[in-house]
Nanobody, 128 residues
Framework: QVQLVESGGGLVQAGGSLRLSCAAS????????MGWFRQAPGMQREFVAV????????DYVDSVKGRFTISRDNAKSTVYLQMNSVKLEDTAVYFC?????????????????????WGQGTQVTVSS
């Protein structure tokens, strides 16, 4: 049973920074790409960032490029999302997810249905 547990969310002022973490257990973390998604109230869940299984490839939604950085530590089975220069519109519940195919390098255009395991989410609220 794969388990993904997000942490690091909270209240942050616009322009500030936050680092989210997602700890994985239950299967070999290092061979699967990992993604971050977010869902604002009344909105569909949207892609934020993805990192390939070996960390060599990353991709981002345009709205966070240059502000957010995804990284992973396979020794700790953890993926991170460093959020800098946050904006009010970044307010959402953030989810991490594991891609279904080992040794893959998904992109921003990869269907969300290809992510088979999800965490419970962590709330990020940006204040003015």
């Amino acid at each position: 049973q794969v388990q993904l547990v997000e942490s690091g969310g909270g209240l942050v002022q616009a322009g500030g920074s936050l680092r989210l973490s997602c700890a994985a257990s239950g299967r070999t973390f290092s061979i699967y790409a990992m993604g971050w998604f977010r869902q604002a109230p009344g909105m569909q869940r949207e892609f934020v960032a993805v990192i390939s299984w070996n960390g060599a490839y990353t991709d981002y939604v345009d709205s966070v490029k240059g502000r957010f950085t995804i990284s992973r530590d396979n020794a700790k089975s953890t993926v991170y999302l460093q959020m800098n220069s946050v904006k009010l519109e970044d307010t959402a519940v953030y989810f991490c997810a594991s891609h279904s195919t080992p040794w893959s390098a998904p992109s921003a255009g990869t269907p969300i249905s290809e992510y088979h395991h999800w965490g419970q989410g962590t709330q990020v609220t940006v204040s003015s």
